[in-house]
Each structure stands twice: as C-alpha cells, then as structure tokens.
C-alpha cells in the first residue's frame, strides 16, 4: 500500500466509522456464541462449539484476507468480510428458526472470517495519513473498541426478543442489519491502492517468508503476539475464578467491564506517547503493565485484586499492541504489507487460541494463582526476547 500524496480527513473518519458500527458485532457475538450454543446443542458439552469455531475461523482466515486486500484493495476486503457477516447472520437466523445445531456452527465460522477481517482497520488507518501521524491514527482507531463494548450488549438487549417467538433470532439479524450499515462509511473512503506484484509461485511466496527473520519484523510480532496472548490467558478464566472464590457474578462482569474500557480508552493519548517517547518504549512500558498485572493477581483473591489486576492488564495491553502494530507498520515495505501482515495476525491469533484453551485448563487443574505466575514468566519471556532482538535491530 502507497502512502498517500494528500491526506484527507474523511478517509479516516470513514475507515473508523465502518470500523465502530463492524466491531459492534463482535461484544454480541460474545454473548450470541454461548447462549445459541446452549440452546441448539445436541449436548452440552457441544454449546461452546460455534464460539470456538468462530476463533478456528479467524485464525485461518487472517492470512488469506490480507492477502486479497494487498490485490484488491482494503475497502474490497473490508467489504467482502462484511458479507460474510450478512450471510452469517442469515444462516444463523434460519438455524434457530430450524433447530440446527450445525447449521449455528456454520454461521459462526463465517462470523470469525469478517472478524478476522476487521483487525486490519488498524492498518488501513496508518495508510491515509502520513508516517509521523501513523502511530496516532492506529491508536485512535482502536478507540472503536470502546464504543462497540458499549453498543453492542444494549443493541443486544433490544433486538433479541425482535423475532419473537424465536429467542436470540433478532439479535442474530440485526448483526446483518449491522454488517450492511457498516459499508457505507467506506463509499467515502479512498485508501491508497495496493502496489499490484507479478503473480508468484507458492515456493516463491515461502521464500518470501525470509521477511519474518528480519529483527525488527520479528520484535513487532513477539510484542503483537505476546500482548495478546496474556491478555486473553488472564482476561478468560477471572469470571470463573472470581466465582470459585465465592464472588458474584455481577462483580465478575464489572471487573471484565472495567477491563475493557481499560483496554480502548487509552487509545485517545497512546499514539500521542509513541509519537513522543517511540514505539519500542511505549510496547514495552506495555509488558511492564502486564508483569505488575499477573503480579497483582498473584497477590490474593480479594475483589481488589482482580481489579487492579484487570484494569492493568487492560491499559498494559493497549501499549503492547499499539506499539508493536506501529513497529511493525515501519519494518515492512508496501509490496511486504500483505503477506507479513498476514502472517502477524495469524500469529497473534494462534497464540490466542492457544492461551485460551491453556487457561481454562490451567485455572481448573492448579488454580489462580499459579495461572498468574505462569501469565509472569510468559511476558518476562516476551520481554527479554524483545531486547534481544531490539538490540540486533539496532546493531
């Protein structure tokens, strides 16, 4: 992608726009997953199945979205994972309506590929302004996060009974009412095209994939991944640790509450800080969050602890991913964009799924507390590892 000869105001309002009203599927794909699930499986056991396809889904769909962005164009992918959400939504409604199970699980692979789409907003944002501005405009796209956390649980609330006397129906509908909304914010657009390559060979796109052992490519993609990671390993198992430890649920839900709004509001002033102090201190000032954050959960198992710890792991981890998105916007070159991005987003989003599933386990079989020290020892980990390879970068 070529930046831009002129910078035009409405191109980032409409990127962040379509990004807000998109994202807010997303808090109620949270609650849709589960509670469809429940409703619809042929067991128990089975009612998580369609939120984990959803993750199975954008891990395998990151990649060769980037791809078709870097020939298509962001606002074709953008699109295009709209639809994919519209069709989602369509099929999901007709599952209630029917009773099936795996038609629901369809639906929700479906819905993890537009996700997976819509993480690359934070890119298209740093193509429609300047270099000195993109840490700032990656920063302030992520404020959508706020706002969808916000408007997709009461969007929820008030569409589900819509389809009565199909619960959860309307909600499922009105995510493809969303979806077709979501697109006419980028008529306005006009990002830079993509730098158009000849066609290559698959065993040239693996050589191409040397890109990845470039230093400063691989500390953005450890910071990316690491932030991430113990985010979503903490963040998992606090509502089932928080009740374990005799807490309520309605305080389990406040705490994840706080956590969120830690994670986006501080997406108003961090491009501002990177821009000052620069993206690799801002990234690992993150890690050091994330460290006081395990530690703290380590501390006990009062509702102070869960928290401060949350509410850290929140801000820790909006420093960690804006700063290693912004490092890795300046490693790669516009003809590298597609493929490297792609491969970061796939990264992050194994490790994800991974942390995910390591947690609840984790949780179950030793408890809290050592689930934070191991959240300890992996960011120390991400950290010595970003040094090491900063200092190669530098060298």
Not at 13 to 41: D, E, F, H, K, Q
Not at 157 to 183: C, F, H, K, N
């Amino acid at each position: 992608m070529q930046q831009p000869t002129a910078i035009h105001p409405l191109n980032f309002i409409g990127l962040i726009t379509a990004n807000t009203v998109l994202g807010s599927a997303m808090p109620m794909l949270i609650i849709l997953g589960g509670l469809a699930g429940l409703m619809l499986a042929p067991t128990t056991a089975l009612a998580t199945l369609p939120a984990s396809l959803q993750t199975l889904a954008g891990l395998f769909a990151a990649a060769p979205f980037s791809l078709l962005m870097g020939r298509l164009g962001r606002r074709s992918g953008f699109a295009i994972g709209a639809l994919c959400a519209t069709g989602g939504s369509v099929l999901a409604v007709w599952a209630l309506m029917n009773g099936s199970f795996w038609a629901l699980c369809v639906a929700h692979l479906a819905f993890g590929a537009a996700i997976a789409s819509y993480q690359f907003f934070r890119f298209a944002a740093a193509e429609v302004v300047t270099a000195s501005w993109q840490p700032v405009a990656i920063s302030l796209m992520l404020t959508s996060g706020l706002i969808a956390a916000f408007a997709g649980p009461q969007l929820f609330i008030v569409t589900r009974d819509s389809l009565a006397p199909v619960p959860l129906a309307g909600a499922y509908a009105a995510i493809g009412v969303l979806s077709l909304v979501g697109v006419i914010p980028l008529l306005i657009v006009r990002v830079p095209p993509p730098v158009v390559t000849p066609p290559q060979t698959i065993a040239e796109r693996l050589a191409g994939l040397v890109i990845l052992r470039r230093p400063a490519v691989r500390n953005a993609v450890v910071l990316g991944a690491v932030s991430q990671g113990v985010m979503v390993f903490l963040m998992v198992p606090t509502p089932l640790a928080m009740i374990g430890c005799g807490l309520s649920d309605v305080m389990a839900g406040d705490v994840i509450r706080w956590h969120v709004v830690a994670m986006f509001a501080p997406s108003f002033v961090t491009g501002f800080i990177i821009r000052k102090f620069g993206a690799q201190r801002v990234a690992l000032t993150g890690l050091m969050l994330l460290a006081i954050a395990a530690a703290a959960a380590m501390a006990g198992l009062m509702p102070i602890h869960f928290y401060l710890s949350l509410i850290l792991l929140g801000v820790g981890w909006n420093f960690g991913f804006i700063g290693a998105t912004t490092l890795l916007t300046a490693a790669v070159a516009d003809t590298e964009k597609p493929m490297v991005q792609g491969v970061n987003d796939t990264v992050i989003a194994l490790v994800s799924t991974l942390c995910a599933f390591a947690a609840g386990a984790l949780v179950a079989g030793l408890g809290w507390t050592i689930l934070a020290a191991v959240a300890l020892g992996l960011v120390l980990a991400g950290a010595i590892a970003s040094v090491r390879t900063s200092e190669h970068t530098v060298g």
